[in-house]
């Protein structure tokens, strides 16, 4: 059978798939064909690496990784019986005994890491995969060490376990993959909410399973600051929740090479000029309506405060911290913010205003200034601003025509974002906000909800058609997309359940192309969630236990 | 400072709040005053049993549970700098060496595994604890162990940690306590969704720590059967996930003793008739339309089957079951549920409509019969029957008087349940389910979301009156109330931070009684959900951390 998931109308599909068994891979891939012929893994499967000279270390350990997931998994199939009805036929089984991998482009081999922070418009992580059903070696090509990593993912994810053997009843495969899109991310808050390192790398660790391939880090905010910045260690010092709730230069590292050897390139962000109270802390003369009252004036969440935008010192400031902060990152991408600016905050601050007077500026006029001047220079650093849709649809500012927009407040606002001719990023809150519905968390505000109620649902995201209202040439502009985490109430006590596996949707949506039928993919999307607590990130259970070892018939007109 | 919390006008007690630091105890106290004298624990501090005769070993337990609890929290103050403006204060602070323990009553001393599992209207939990500023030894008082063990749990949250050192800056204590209602509950459903014992048990400690004194145990469902039941052992080896997803009567006397130990009963159900199609994985000859479709029209979740009301040899079949299953548990209550009966599977079932004609009885007949059958078999093992609602304003069927009601379906229909007599626990999917607000379970349903919608705050269910809307006479039917996890869309993963810390919002509105303000209440919260991860619970934070260390100052009004 051979399928390209996406292209193929909804109803041959769901026929299609109402016979056979899909396949259990999460993205799916965007070409694929399967059989039905058992084969087991051989007790001396290995990986080899064929031809590639000097093998880029993060290579392989991304071969050693995948060989102790095939090992340890032990993931037993969702039916019924587990697989017990299948044990004769997969002690009976070929065994396969070696996957092949290898490049199909000449000249000098680049590591998975260099190739991850690539520009997000220039990377290739596209692969081929090969598993003959007569037990012949398998074979992984790609033109990349980035497209390998994501074929070995893949291979990882075909197998389950019965009584200690590895098998699949679907050989042979023939799967032919490479992303619909080039931005595929997840953002993560650590402001609102301090995340250990560790929780940080089992992130990345789930988000390289599913393929996600950015980390928007949303790393400070009003509340805490909790990244140590060489040249201005005063802001965490005196804005960190306590002196271990930081993540210092080798923390910063740490992260970065870890992702990047997983294929994920990490975006940060330090919001400016609005979400700065807490540089108050240590430079309170850059900082307007620190902490006023009542908040609900003069911020969308407390405590209130904002760069002082008008101010030619707290620009400079801001510019060099910019740098510094962009300096500790690889990535082409770097994310000034730029949402939520309260007008009301800087109309009553005194040195605000004065600096306007002086300047004879309105204050759209000084934001422009602060923005060209902060953005250049992030450019003097080699970095891509990226900003929240505010700054390119409700601001009237000047911006590089390579800056990316970020549209969060409702995917209603693509179309004029895209109006403006920026390269943009699906991130609206009625699809991809992953804190929606879980209740208000304002104190004194007993029948409080959610300000974007209802729960975002896996099926609610993946139903996102990601160039709806676009014109074609508009649709060109479309990068990618994310879902975000936002932690007013979220920390580690609950990151894995929050995230995961709601977070895959948009990861196979932005990966596979958008029109899949729900009703297909939610056995993968089991399957995937039952992989990730093997494989120790604690992925909710979509339903109940039974309705995912019994495919469709927990549907609603089941 | 002596504030009887509860009774107190809001007015009046805010404005002692603002002035004074809260007790930092959840559920607090029903009376209490404390002071501004720093004291701290003695390295050598110790609890000392005082005057106990052969001092049971779930009472001694308790006392070394406490002394780890206070060597180990290590939870540092809820201000801004954790502690360190007070570190002079609190290393000049005199030294608190002991904290006696005795018993009011004389006779013989029973257990609190004893006192825990009598019937809920005649257990005594109060107790008095007083410590002194001076340093001379604190003294906790009951009339019972069970009060002793209530005393012990206040104790160990009065403490935080700098540097090493275990502190309050509030002594002297006075506090004499005692519960409001006798019922404070928690149920957890095992069936949509299994989990292990140790889950089970680590969520017993964190019930115990607010108090609650009822694990309501919906142990199996159409779903799956995990309850091993001598004499009926097919049902959980045909209806279990798989052989190692079982209760086997090992676990449940470990889960019930575990349970006793921490003052808690537990109160198990087999609902019946309905939400019982996996008994026909083993007989089919009891159950009615089993798995039949479309679901919609004969169950209110998949798979669809209930019991044969109307046969007579199902009738034996369930009375001797529910003897079987209730004798495993050593509570005075046993849950037979009666839920969400679906008549059109009756109507469609030639089995039950053949039987109903033979008897010439209507179904509401049958089911009068069947539960008077069923019932009185649960009383010749001596337990009292405890239903669902529907069994009381539904359906127009027997009960003795003595049967507990739990309302679900709406706070609205509390009055309507207490009109017919019965004894009452609040249960109501408006205020108390934990499950609404995270979206739409069921597959093909791209837009669904959570039938209870929205998510259910713990200000909305700590903000809850047990007796709207009742007369005096019918307040005194109100046994207390519970918190309720439906596990469809929960298991391992998310158990605790679906569960924690709201939970502790009914623990504290049916131990320190209604009106209670949130804003008072917030704080100490933060410092139950903080200590509870201190204690390997993961609660999860209500707001940014920056909110926890300013109190106030993310209130709504703020």
Known sequence: ????????????????????????????????????????????????????????RDLVDAVARTSSYLRKDKLQALVPDRGASSAKVIRGAKSLSSL?????????????????????????????????ADGSAASLRANSTLGLF?????????????????????????????PAYPYRGLMLDTARNYFPVADIKRTLDAMSWVKINTLHWHVVDSQSFPLVVPGFTELSKNGA????????????????????????????????????????KSHPEHIACFEASPWTQFANEPPAGQLRLASEATTNFTTSLLKAAASMFPSTLFSTGGDELNANCYDKDAATQADLASQKKTLEQALDTFTQVTHSGLREVGKRAVVWEEMVIEHDVTLA????????????????????GHKLIHAASDFFYLDCGGGGWVGQNVLGNSWCDPFKTWQKSYSFNPTANLTEEQSKLVLGGQHLLWTEQSGPANLDPVVWPRAASSAELFWSGPGGDVG?????????????????V?????????????????????
Request: charged share 15%; with cysteine; glycine share 6%.
């Open 401 to 420: 025509n390579d800056t990316i927009a970020l549209v969060w407040i409702s995917s209603e606002h693509v179309a004029a974002v895209a109006q403006k």
């Open 241 to 280: 929740y306590s002196a271990s709730q930081v993540y210092t230069p080798g923390d910063v590292k740490e992260i970065v090479q870890y992702a990047a050897a997983r294929g994920i390139d990490v975006m940060a962000e330090i919001d400016t000029p609005g979400h700065t109270s807490i540089i108050a």
């Open 520 to 536: 297909e993919a939610l056995p993968r999307l089991h399957d995937l969630s039952f992989r990730f607590v093997q494989r120790g």
């Open 538 to 558: 604690n992925a909710i259970p979509l339903q109940p236990t039974w309705c995912a070892l019994h495919p469709g018939m927990c549907d609603l007109h089941a």
């Open 150 to 178: 994501r074929g070995l993912t893949t291979f990882g994810q075909l197998w389950y376990d019965w009584d200690g053997t590895t098998y699949t009843l679907e050989a042979p495969f023939d799967i032919v993959d490479s």
């Open 1 to 56: 059978m051979l399928v390209n998931a996406m292209m193929l109308p909804l109803v041959v599909l769901s026929v299609l798939l109402a016979v056979t068994p899909t396949i259990a891979v999460w993205p799916v891939p965007r070409q694929y064909s399967t059989g039905t012929t058992p084969l087991r893994l051989s007790p001396s499967f290995s990986i080899k690496l064929s031809g590639i000279d000097h093998a880029p």
């Open 100 to 132: 092949t991998v290898s490049l199909t482009t000449k000249g000098k081999v680049r590591s998975i890491s260099e190739e991850a922070i690539e520009d997000v418009e220039s990377r290739v992580e596209g692969y081929t995969l090969t598993i003959p």
